[in-house]
């Protein structure tokens, strides 16, 4: 009972971690709930991490639909953008297996803290109508080569395909945040359903306990932070969604470093 007692409680403080990254700021669950799977529930790496893929995908879907239903989605050139990036990851997994292993865990976890401190002090105050300037041709060219870079590092790197895509999106593609966010976790909830499902294909059957649990828990905080970040002033928005990132910054660096320990 106490065994019990404890996956629920460390599943739900994961998928809470997890759901709050993806509603708010389209963060993969990944960089969440593995640290968490790994370190307090003693789970094999490959596996945690495909449990935390298959998290994101009705997280991710869900959040897609809210930011959709709200006008905060771009379908179009988030799909164009999709295509690069699953095409590139595996290029750049390609080229990542021919060159020495370097240290770059710790990627991810940095460009969360970073990123959460921008949003703070300062933050992406873009319009639709600003969007709107940018010129159909203009955009679906941007959407390719962003894409291209960022399915690149993602595979190059294993890791903040969330947070690179926001970054470029918001700093590079001028896309105002809530419409950052939404198309952000519509090609997240794809890569990864892709990456889940190639997990559990290599590793096998993962612990149905914790995956549903897990899945519960990040898409119940998924709907209620892209609930609220829909109805949110942009100002407020950037502030709670910095906050969030900086938390889940340090919370995953300390994870990290208890699983080096």
Not at 100 to 123: C, D, E, H, Q, W
Request: hydrophobic share 55%; glycine share 10%.
């Amino acid at each position: 009972m106490t065994h019990i007692l404890w996956i629920v409680l460390i599943t739900f403080f994961a998928g809470m971690g997890a759901g709050l990254g993806t509603g708010f700021a389209g963060m993969s669950a990944a960089a969440v709930i593995s640290p968490m799977l790994i370190t307090f529930l003693d789970m094999e790496p490959y596996m945690a991490v495909g449990i935390a893929l298959s998290s994101d995908v009705l997280a991710s879907a869900v959040s897609a639909y809210t930011y959709g239903k709200n006008k905060n989605l771009d379908i179009k050139n988030g799909l164009i953008m999709m295509t690069s990036v699953l095409l590139f990851t595996v290029v750049g997994s390609y080229i990542s297996s021919l060159v020495p292993a370097t240290t770059m865990g710790n990627f991810s976890v940095f460009m969360t803290f970073l990123l959460g401190i921008k949003f703070i002090v300062r933050p992406v105050m873009t319009t639709k109508e600003d969007m709107q300037q940018v010129s159909a041709k203009k955009r679906i060219v941007q959407s390719i080569l962003s894409g291209i870079v960022i399915g690149f590092i993602c595979g190059f790197v294993g890791a903040g395909g969330g947070m690179m895509m926001l970054l470029i999106l918001t700093t590079i593609l001028g896309y105002e945040l809530k419409t950052a966010v939404g198309t952000s976790v519509l090609i997240m909830s794809f890569t990864a359903l892709t990456g889940a499902l190639s997990h559990f294909a290599i590793g096998g059957t993962p612990d149905k306990m914790v995956l549903i649990l897990c899945v519960l828990f990040t898409l119940l905080w998924a709907r209620i932070a892209a609930k609220f970040a829909n109805k949110a002033e942009p100002k407020t928005l950037n502030r709670a969604t910095g906050i969030i990132l900086v938390v889940l910054g340090v919370v995953i660096f300390l994870f990290s470093a208890l699983l080096t320990n």
